[in-house]
């Protein structure tokens, strides 16, 4: 199989490369900077709830605005100051800790001794081990003149030693006091912020800018919110069960177990080595650390698998394998504050990527939608030659919606981008041959299934959305009533001659993929009771159709896939079928509105007795609507008599205006 060569790359492509580089160059250069502003910007979203409901108390903006950013700051100096009070308790008790880590490290010291003795023991290799040396590691070996000390003076200035102490200290607090300061400056100026945005990128379609920044701002909010409400939980969880269990500080050690949340994937694990290697250090025994251990699973557990997914559900639309690559990209351009930020930063460029066609790679690289629509992902597993998956993602489809409706929505729509390729000559007749195959099995293997709406629950109709087209739709709206009747899966009352094997003769055109139309068509009028056989793929041909028996035929459909204006084998075609089945009206199956003929239906051989259905759905309807007409018309009719078809006076289908 030939395949076409590459296209060479256009200098938009370079351009675009060259933009990324220099932006991620900016980036890391730009850091000191930049981490501020971010963190400025972040909180700001955090605070801006405060500030509202603070404006609702009829507080000016300003003072609304300072007082939040007053409490911010009060919260995060008393945590601190709890922490550092926490800590110095701790250096306090620190030499009995070491002294029972020690007697710990000597005890598995002489268990692993025992163990190696008896193992050497018993290979008849026992050789005679050092003792280890239990005095300083600092003392000198016997036979060896001692190490001369020599004391010089120090030339670092008082200025230099005072800078080396004071700059780690100064520098957090210059960079909170800066955060503070924009802080203030972007909630007192949110709205004039926003709208230089608007004119800055997109003042030509103000509907799409505004709908970006409103989403962007209600995602993040909520994000913030949510994550802290979580993190607060974990934290209050943790300090509680270490109280309980006796462990020095549970107040340090439940807010650093929320502070460490924040950093997503490595910060539960971080928030609990302390614990556990404080608990291992206390306890002389190993129960206070097992416990430790086990809190924090439970708590880890319940909070990831529980919590985040019933508060968080779809709101923040980001890929976890995504939030892992950028979690390791942001870490190495700004460090353990990019960590942090790693995930409000990636859930920005996904908001935006979703509303600025040019950046729309940010949503497909790092959204959780689906990179294809079910069409395109039924179109690529026929190509990959994957019946597998093709048959998991049409039974995941059908929990939302009917078999009809996966039919009309998915399979035929991507049988139509088969059939343009195939116009295209991409397509090669081997491949042809195995999508055929293929389409053909899977309405084999979808027999079981009916043709009903499901009745869902609320959960379940949300686990049902697909996006078709791109767009994210609840398929059916959740009931709990019996599904209308219009999709009762069999009538009763239908004639029996309508029940026959082949009541219902569903011809294929000319076209190679009508075939699996009629197959289709057939499976769905069964499952409504009527009697249907799909016509062999040659059935179309001035000599298949010449072949095709007309006893027990009540009703003939035409099936095309794709079949755009009105070509002249479709009018010599239902010209055939009227001569060999005089009696028997016709569907026509046009899938799409541009298939449909324009125009003078005479001309198109579109007669009085022939209809057009414009989806598989329509046009079972339309059959089990002549087939109630029959009823109509003779209320009990004989297997033994005459066909309905064959009086003159059989019902005529009208052509839909």
Request: hydrophobic content about 45%; glycine content about 8%.
């Amino acid at each position: 199989m030939k395949v076409p060569a590459a296209e060479t790359p256009r200098p938009e492509a370079l351009l675009g490369l060259a933009t990324g580089v220099v932006v991620v160059s900016a980036l890391y250069f730009a850091r000191d900077v930049l981490i501020p502003i971010t963190l400025a910007i972040f909180l700001s979203f955090f605070l801006a709830p405060i500030v509202k409901l603070l404006q609702r108390a009829r507080l000016p903006k300003v003072v609304a605005v300072i007082l939040a950013v007053v409490v911010a700051l009060a919260v995060i100096l008393l945590v601190g100051a709890i922490i550092g009070s926490q800590i110095k308790a701790l250096i306090g008790n620190l030499p009995q800790y070491l002294s029972t880590v020690n007697d710990k490290i000597e005890s598995v010291h002489r268990v692993i001794n025992s163990l190696i003795a008896q193992v050497t023991s018993r290979l008849g290799t026992l050789h005679e081990l050092p003792a280890p040396a239990h005095g300083s590691f600092g003392n000198a070996a016997p036979g060896q003149p001692p190490m001369p000390v020599v004391i010089e003076s120090s030339s670092t200035s008082y200025l230099e030693t005072g800078r080396e102490i004071l700059e780690p200290i100064l520098s957090p607090l210059a960079t909170l006091a800066i955060v503070l300061i924009v802080t203030i400056f972007i909630l007192v100026r949110q709205e004039d912020l926003r709208d230089r945005l608007i004119r800055l990128f997109g003042s030509n379609d103000l509907h799409r800018t505004t709908l970006a920044i409103d989403d962007a701002t209600q995602r993040l909010t909520r994000y913030f919110l949510t994550q802290a409400a979580i993190n607060a939980s974990f934290g209050l969880f943790v300090g509680v069960g270490l109280f309980f269990i006796g462990l020095p500080s549970p107040v340090l050690w439940g807010l650093l177990a929320a502070l460490l949340r924040f950093v997503p994937y490595v910060g539960s694990i971080t928030a609990a080595v302390l614990p556990i290697a404080l608990a291992a250090a206390v306890d002389p025994g190993w129960s206070a650390a097992l416990w430790t251990a086990g809190l924090f699973i439970i708590a880890e557990g319940v909070t990831g698998q529980v919590l985040e997914p019933v508060l968080y559900g779809s709101s923040t639309g980001l890929s976890p394998t995504a939030v892992i690559i950028v979690a390791i990209f942001w870490s190495w351009i700004w460090g353990p504050i990019g960590l942090i930020l790693s995930t409000p930063l990636t859930l920005c460029l996904v908001v935006v990527g979703r509303h600025v066609r040019h950046l729309e790679f940010f949503d497909v690289l790092l959204g959780d939608r689906p990179a294809l629509t079910p069409v395109e992902a039924l179109y690529q597993r026929l190509l990959a030659g994957d019946p597998d998956e093709i048959l998991e993602q049409a039974e995941t489809l059908l929990k939302g919606r009917a078999l009809s409706s996966y039919y009309d929505d998915i399979a035929l729509k991507a049988l139509r981008l088969v059939a343009s390729d195939i116009s295209r000559g991409v397509v090669q007749d081997a491949q042809l041959e195995k999508i055929q195959e293929e389409m053909l099995g899977l309405i084999q293997d979808l027999e079981p299934h009916d043709d009903l709406d499901p009745v869902l629950t609320d959960k379940q109709a949300k686990a049902a959305v697909v996006e078709v087209a791109g767009v994210a739709r609840p398929e059916r709206e959740t009931s709990s009533q019996p599904a209308p009747e219009e999709h009762v899966q069999e009538d009763s009352h239908l004639p029996e001659i309508w029940r026959t094997e082949r009541s219902v003769l569903c011809v294929p055109g000319r076209g190679a993929l009508d075939g699996v139309a009629a197959a289709m068509l057939a499976q769905l009028l069964r499952k409504h009771g009527l009697g249907a056989q799909a016509a062999p793929r040659d059935a179309s041909s001035r000599s298949g159709i010449g072949g095709l028996d007309p006893t027990g035929v009540a009703m003939v459909c035409v099936t095309y896939v794709e079949l755009i204006g009105s070509p002249p084998h479709m009018r010599y075609l239902l010209r055939r079928i009227q001569q060999r089945f005089p009696h028997s009206p016709i569907v026509i199956g046009f899938w799409e509105p541009d298939d449909a003929p324009q125009g003078d239906r005479s001309a198109q051989g579109i007669t009085g007795r022939t209809d057009v259905a414009s989806s598989l759905h329509e046009a079972v309807r339309k059959c089990l609507e002549e087939a109630h007409k029959v009823e109509l018309a003779e209320p009990a009719p004989s297997p033994e008599g005459p066909h309905p078809a064959a009086d003159s006076a059989s019902p005529v289908v009208h052509a839909a205006p």
